[in-house]
């Protein structure tokens, strides 16, 4: 595999916190890892550091390869890396796997302190803004007082804004990618059908299957089968596979017909051996909980009024999950604060999903930010 125009070979690290983190629930937390990765060198006065925040089944692979024979790179290797529009040869990049997350960090397949068993189900249900407060103590351990910028799409774009909103003085820019600054009735809805698939799968036992020796394997493809059509857009998957027929004809039973059901089941099928039933539901739950202006009576100008970052926000006319009216809803609400705003609006036939893809334009918009970031530290 040519990994010549990649980061090259990552190793993820673990970094272990023996501070207590108290959540938005009430409970608390006495110690968790973190797992992370990271790109480029922390130049002198650590002023070129970035933060990249994944999305519902990201994690911090980011960008690279974890071997030389690793065939698939990080999930946002297009965008990070020498020479990329988040250019490692300038920044120095951080990718984190949230709190509650299936791949390293402290979550339910991590070892309950209290019980020597994994949580389960008994990890609390954490919420973006305990995310971004274990993120700050991270960046500490690593000594970055001020993030250069914090940047994500989607799930990752809100944590963005809500580093923006709780630590103003720790963020340069924040670049909020086809997100929203709260999630609608209808992805409300869409989330809760996706949880009922796995809670109500004979296999997931109250959330603690590993104890059954059993996975809601059924639920979780299927939550997973929905989610994925609603991340992409009819134009996109109807220019892919149309009606085209897997046998060249009907089959008049309950199997594969179609191209497109093919695909979803292989996606399905993927997930589900790759991500935990239980960090699926709480990370869906951390969705359907941000809503940063309802400490501010609901008023979304009140609540950025204390930001000190200045915002790049971008969305795809073809995401209907989150729909361009909910980016400018955060635009609007930035520039009825007077605070300093980018809005860039791209054309896209892969729906919400045209974050993590190459559109030429969208990557030009990103790539002539991060020039212009990096003239404020003279890279």
């Given at each position: 595999m040519n990994h010549s125009d990649s980061v090259g070979i990552v190793v993820p690290q673990s970094f272990a916190f023996d501070t207590p983190l108290r959540l938005q629930n009430g409970s608390i937390l006495p110690h968790f890892t973190l797992m992370v990765e990271t790109y480029g060198r922390?130049?002198?006065?650590?002023?070129?550091?970035?933060?990249?925040?994944?999305?519902?089944?990201?994690?911090?692979?980011?960008?690279?390869?974890?071997?030389?024979?690793?065939?698939?790179?990080?999930?946002w290797d297009n965008m990070v890396g020498?020479?990329?529009?988040?250019?490692?040869?300038?920044?120095?990049?951080?990718?984190?796997?949230?709190?509650?997350?299936?791949?390293?960090?402290?979550?339910?397949?991590?070892?309950?302190?209290?019980?020597?068993?994994?949580?389960?189900?008994?990890?609390?249900?954490?919420?973006?803004?305990?995310w971004v407060n274990s993120q700050a103590m991270l960046a500490d351990r690593l000594g970055i007082a001020q993030w250069a910028a914090v940047m994500g799409g989607s799930l990752g774009g809100m944590q963005a804004l809500q580093w923006a909103i709780d630590y103003p003085e720790r963020i340069r820019h924040a670049l909020v990618i086809a997100s929203a600054p709260k999630l609608s009735t209808q992805n409300i809805a869409f989330n809760d059908v996706a949880r009922q698939a796995i809670l109500t799968d004979p296999d997931f036992h109250g959330g603690h299957y590993a104890d059954h020796g059993t996975v809601p394997r059924r639920g979780l493809r299927i939550a997973r089968m929905m989610g994925h059509i609603t991340y992409l857009a009819e134009e996109g998957l109807g220019k892919k596979f149309g009606r085209q027929l897997r046998s060249g004809s009907y089959r008049f039973d309950y199997d594969v017909d179609f191209e497109?059901?093919?695909?979803?089941?292989?996606?399905?099928?993927?997930?589900?051996?790759?991500?935990?039933?239980?960090?699926?539901?709480?990370?869906?739950?951390?969705?359907?909980?941000f809503d940063p202006a309802k400490a501010f009576g609901h008023n979304l100008k009140a609540a950025v009024a204390g930001t000190q970052a200045r915002f790049f926000v971008a969305s795809f006319n073809s995401d209907w999950r989150f729909a361009p009216e909910r980016s400018q809803e955060?635009?609007?609400?930035?520039?009825?604060?007077?605070?300093?705003?980018?809005?860039?609006?791209?054309?896209?036939?892969?729906?919400?999903?045209?974050?993590?893809?190459?559109?030429?334009?969208?990557?030009?918009?990103?790539?002539?930010?991060?020039?212009n970031i990096a003239q404020e530290f003279g890279a």
């Open positions: 922390l130049n002198a006065d650590k002023s070129n550091a970035v933060l990249v925040c994944h999305a519902l089944s990201g994690h911090h692979h980011v960008a690279g390869f974890h071997s030389p024979n690793d065939k698939h790179p990080g999930w020498p020479g990329k529009p988040l250019d490692t040869n300038r920044f120095f990049v951080v990718g984190v796997n949230n709190l509650g997350g299936s791949h390293g960090s402290s979550g339910p397949l991590s070892t309950n302190p209290f019980t020597g068993k994994a949580y389960g189900a008994d990890f609390p249900l954490v919420t973006v803004a305990d497109v059901e093919s695909y979803l089941r292989y996606q399905g099928d993927k997930f589900a051996d790759a991500f935990d039933a239980n960090t699926y539901l709480l990370m869906t739950k951390a969705l359907d909980y955060l635009v609007q609400a930035l520039v009825a604060a007077k605070k300093p705003v980018q809005y860039v609006a791209l054309q896209s036939s892969h729906g919400h999903d045209a974050f993590l893809m190459d559109d030429t334009a969208y990557m030009q918009a990103v790539r002539i930010y991060f020039n």
